[in-house]
């Protein structure tokens, strides 16, 4: 089967190492030039995912005309802040193409779910369906274990997406709630930052461990605000995605928390960042959103003082901890 994959970062590398070892013939669309000499002549992605060498199935191009030619099922793994102004750009060929989203986030301005910005500009699509779970992309590319989640509203799309990604190292489920699953896949990226903090702070497991509680009933009362289901939060895009976005050690966001629980700036954290840290990008969604919803978040909202207006982090945590009493709600 033909594959066009773009976005040639670590996960999108790391996605269509996946798919060349389950037989697929992948042709990664490759933004950067500079990166696209690199692949051509080494064939290892060496700004992005380092230590893997492509397979002779994945091949590579700079023409998105050239990509949609290829195949009827485009997977995209661009970042979220570029996911529009790529889809433009591609839009006049995906007519009739399948689309399978690996992008996480809400778009900054329009506050926008991934795959709504897709449908926005994509143009007359076969369907579009969303990929989100616990998957670091190294683990991926060394074919560790991993469970991921397709959604979409076509149930024969997701079964279709199911089919062609799903083996014995990389277990795909699918499911029906699309909004719960684009919504636990981009604030888990916000809540991993506030992880971070902790971790950096050293302010102990307890806490984390509330943290993490409290986060998910935010992102929980979000999605049910969007009209996501509950018990979607409680699967692979939410809990899961969760708990290894906050903890896991190759966490971009976790990584960005520690580095501002030190006294650094956020956008000279971002600045000597190579990669993307999608939190930082979702953290001004997410708190508009709260705020155009009615919905009550309050870590959601210290999170974005502290990144957006400088509120001193011991002064944002006193602040969480001196909220009212209230009953329990999850």
């Known amino acids: 089967m033909k594959i066009g994959v773009i976005g040639a970062g670590a996960w999108g590398t790391a996605f269509s190492l996946h798919l060349a070892r389950r037989g697929h013939h992948v042709l990664l669309w490759v933004y950067e030039p500079e990166?696209?000499?690199?692949?051509?002549?080494?064939?290892?992605?060496?700004?992005?995912?380092?230590?893997?060498?492509l397979p002779e199935r994945i091949t590579f191009t700079r023409s998105l005309e050239a990509l949609t030619a290829f195949s009827g099922d485009i997977v995209v793994g661009t970042p979220s802040f570029a996911l529009r102004k790529t889809i433009q750009k591609a839009s006049a060929w995906l007519s009739g193409r399948r689309i399978l989203l690996l992008t996480k986030g809400f778009e900054e301005n329009t506050l926008?779910?991934?795959?709504?910005?897709?449908?926005?500009?994509?143009?007359?699509?076969?369907?579009?369906?969303?990929?989100?779970?616990?998957?670091?992309?190294?683990?991926?590319?060394?074919?560790?274990?991993?469970?991921?989640?397709?959604?979409?509203?076509?149930?024969?799309?997701?079964?279709?997406?199911?089919?062609?990604?799903?083996?014995?190292?990389?277990?795909?489920?699918?499911?029906?709630?699309?909004?719960?699953?684009?919504?636990?896949?981009?604030m888990k990226n916000v809540m991993a930052i506030g992880a971070g903090i902790i971790e950096g702070l050293q302010l102990g497991s307890n806490t984390q461990a509330a943290f993490t509680t409290r986060g998910l009933a935010e992102i929980k009362r979000l999605g049910k605000a969007m009209g996501a289901k509950e018990t979607t939060f409680l699967g692979l895009s939410g809990i899961g995605d969760l708990?290894?976005?906050?903890?896991?050690?190759?966490?971009?966001?976790?990584?960005?928390?520690?580095?501002?629980?030190?006294?650094?700036?956020?956008?000279?954290?971002?600045?000597?960042?190579?990669?993307?840290?999608?939190?930082?990008?979702t953290i001004n969604a997410a708190y508009t959103l709260s705020g155009r919803l009615g919905v009550e978040m309050p870590i959601a909202e210290e999170l974005y003082k502290i990144v957006f207006q400088g509120k001193d982090l011991l002064k944002s945590i006193n602040d969480i901890k001196k909220r009212g009493l209230k009953e329990e709600e999850v």
Do not use: C, W
Not at 35 to 53: K, S, V, W
Not at 114 to 132: H, K, Q
Not at 266 to 276: E, F, K, L, R, W
């Open 35 to 53: 990166l696209y000499d690199i692949l051509q002549e080494t064939r290892e992605n060496t700004l992005y995912l380092p230590g893997f060498t």
């Open 112 to 186: 926008l779910r991934m795959s709504e910005v897709v449908g926005e500009v994509a143009g007359d699509t076969a369907g579009i369906g969303v990929l989100s779970g616990p998957s670091f992309a190294g683990e991926v590319a060394r074919a560790a274990f991993t469970s991921v989640v397709v959604s979409s509203t076509d149930k024969d799309l997701s079964r279709h997406y199911q089919k062609m990604i799903h083996d014995d190292t990389f277990r795909v489920y699918t499911a029906e709630d699309v909004i719960g699953v684009e919504v636990g896949g981009a």
């Open 243 to 281: 708990v290894l976005t906050s903890y896991g050690g190759l966490s971009r966001n976790r990584a960005f928390g520690i580095e501002l629980s030190k006294g650094r700036k956020p956008d000279a954290i971002i600045a000597s960042q190579h990669q993307v840290v999608e939190g930082y990008y």
